[in-house]
């Protein structure tokens, strides 16, 4: 998906606008006798004050405009000069260039001249960068030809595409709110909006003046820099990356705001120096992203090699710009081709990496709260039985007789005492296992160890109390095929208390109270039996009167 995602790209980044006119180019810098070299030249620092002039070739279409790097200036003077000699000269300012599509370049358009133009010289004052005087050429203003606007539809439809992992991180962030997804949407946003100002994209559907699509520019290649660094600090693990690293990583984002800052303010003959600068600024961010992500690598980090993968082909695109503008090249090369592809890895291999996490995390969270679910059920859980205890029926009792189990039974063995003093509480043990196995609980039945050898039942339905009954009879036969050696058989005494569905609410306290009476009763009369009681609120009864007396 990624490699056909950049080839797309690839054509789309290929010129829109306007072919340029074939012309040699000469420069002077200002003297008292000022000389013009033609050809390539290196350049160092930016001129404050120098010229151009550029001469179309013999044979080329009429030029009808003065189009270069989109860079900011203070002044322009700009001069036309026709084959008969006589020649036009316009003061120009920032205000008099506009963006153009297809590239981050400027025009203006010429002064009109009845005759063939034979040459036009720029006389520019406080220029910001170099790639203004490189890149200068002119150009005839004809529709770009071949399949340029399909390509430039295919920019716009990449970068349509490129909002897909806003829409996924805002689903992310309902699920699990980490800070890691906020800065990697910030990252890109900002991408984004990089890619299409500096491919010329907006200038078809916004006029922007020069200074802001240049303050643009700068301000989200920073943005999105600090964000993704931001980015890189919380998404590896918090055991793969001790807290100087991470704070070295967060500790790039006022360096990289200020030395944009600078860059965008410097004026006078700072303003010379102000973009290397800049771009050399970034060299200390680029050494703490590659050491942070080294020594992630090293401690076995998952999320890291995403980052890896991610940031190289940013990190070695900007390498190479910040090495061409320090002198490594002729010209300051911007690559703005390259960024842009190297922009889709980023933002796809980012995405990925941000779903990486949040499995990995969601996998983590999930285990957390089994591991919680499975303590809560320690506590809650009897240890020798397994069923609940009387500590998380009390708790719950409120719930389950809002769920309906309004029967309450109260289990109590026959004689338990004698099985221990006469087989040891090993085989008591046993007994007591038994019981819980015959007393298994179901979607209708709650069983609960009270305690020594008293059960409960907590029972709803129209047939609680025969249920009951049935899981009390099946005690000693269960208890005489899972316990060996006894010499007796194992019954139980039940004490039943059941409640009409109107009947007025009661507490656990108060049922249980009822049952314990009924206890009494049980073995006064003999034991291995059950006593049971109906609750009916005034109301019931007056109903039934009603129906018999009918």
């Known amino acids: 998906m990624g490699a056909v995602v950049c080839a797309l790209l690839a054509l789309a980044s290929a010129p829109a606008r306007a072919a340029?006119?074939?012309?040699a180019a000469c420069f002077a810098l200002p003297s008292a006798s000022p000389e013009w070299r033609c050809g390539a030249r290196t350049w160092g620092a930016v001129p404050q004050r120098a010229s151009l002039r550029l001469t179309p070739a013999a044979g080329a279409p009429a030029p009808r405009f003065f189009a270069t790097r989109l860079a900011r200036f203070h002044a322009m003077t700009l001069t036309v000069r026709g084959a008969d000699g006589r020649s036009v000269t316009r003061r120009l300012g920032e205000a008099d260039f506009t963006g153009a599509p297809g590239g981050w370049t400027m025009r203006t358009a010429l002064p009109g001249l009845a005759v063939r133009i034979a040459s036009v010289e720029a006389e520019v004052e406080g220029a910001r960068h170099v790639g203004l005087f490189a890149e200068a050429n002119l150009d005839d203003g004809a529709p770009p030809g071949g399949n340029a606007p399909a390509l430039e539809?295919?920019?716009?439809?990449?970068?349509?595409?490129?909002?897909?992992p806003l829409l996924f991180n805002f689903a992310f962030w309902r699920v699990l709110r980490q800070r890691f997804i906020v800065w990697h949407t910030l990252t890109v946003v900002f991408m984004l909006a990089q890619t299409v100002?500096?491919?010329?994209?907006?200038n078809r559907f916004a006029a922007l003046s020069i200074p802001l699509l240049f303050d643009l520019a700068m301000t989200t290649l920073a943005a999105a820099v600090a964000c993704g660094a931001l980015f890189a600090a919380d998404v590896i693990e918090p055991d793969k990356l001790d807290p100087h690293h991470r704070r070295l990583m967060r500790a790039t984002v006022p360096w990289i705001a200020i030395t944009a800052a600078l860059y965008l303010v410097a004026d006078g003959p700072v303003a010379a120096y102000a973009p290397r600068l800049y771009y050399a600024g970034y060299l200390p961010v680029i050494a703490i992203i590659c050491w942070t992500m080294a020594v992630a690598w090293r401690r076995g980090s998952r999320a890291v090699r995403f980052q890896f993968a991610a940031w190289l082909?940013?990190?070695?695109?900007?390498?190479?710009?910040?090495?061409?503008?320090l002198g490594a090249t002729a010209a300051p090369v911007d690559h703005y081709f390259e960024q842009h592809l190297a922009i889709i890895a980023e933002i796809l291999i980012t995405g990925l990496a941000v779903v990486d996490r949040f499995m990995v995390l969601r996998r983590q969270r999930d285990h957390a709260l089994f591991e919680t679910r499975l303590l809560e059920e320690a506590v809650e859980r009897d240890p020798l039985t397994g069923?609940?205890?009387?500590?998380?029926?009390e708790a719950r009792f409120t719930a389950f007789y809002r769920e309906g189990f309004r029967t309450i039974a109260v289990i109590d063995l026959d004689h338990f005492k004698l099985v221990n003093d006469r087989f040891g509480h090993a085989a008591g043990d046993?007994?007591?296992r038994a019981v819980a196995a015959a007393l298994a609980p179901d979607e209708d039945t709650r069983a609960i160890r009270i305690g020594g050898e008293e059960f409960l039942l907590l029972l709803r339905g129209?047939?609680?109390?025969a249920r009951a009954e049935q899981r009390r009879?099946?005690?000693?036969?269960?208890?005489?095929?899972?316990?060996?050696?006894l010499d007796r058989v194992v019954t139980a005494s039940m004490r039943l208390v059941e409640q009409a569905d109107s009947a007025v609410n009661a507490d656990f306290a108060t049922l249980y109270a009822h049952c314990d009476r009924l206890l009494y009763e049980a073995k006064r009369s003999g034991r291995n039996r059950t006593m049971s009681e109906r609750l009916e609120n005034f109301s019931d009864r007056r109903a039934n009167d009603r129906r018999v007396a009918a």
């Open 20 to 23: 340029p006119v074939p012309a």
């Open 153 to 164: 539809l295919t920019v716009a439809a990449i970068c349509g595409l490129l909002c897909a």
């Open 197 to 202: 100002v500096t491919s010329g994209l907006v």
């Open 313 to 325: 082909p940013m990190i070695l695109v900007g390498t190479y710009r910040i090495a061409s503008i």
């Open 387 to 393: 069923l609940l205890n009387r500590h998380a029926l």
């Open 430 to 432: 046993k007994v007591l």
């Open 462 to 465: 129209r047939d609680s109390a």
């Open 473 to 485: 009879n099946a005690i000693p036969l269960r208890v005489a095929a899972d316990v060996t050696g």
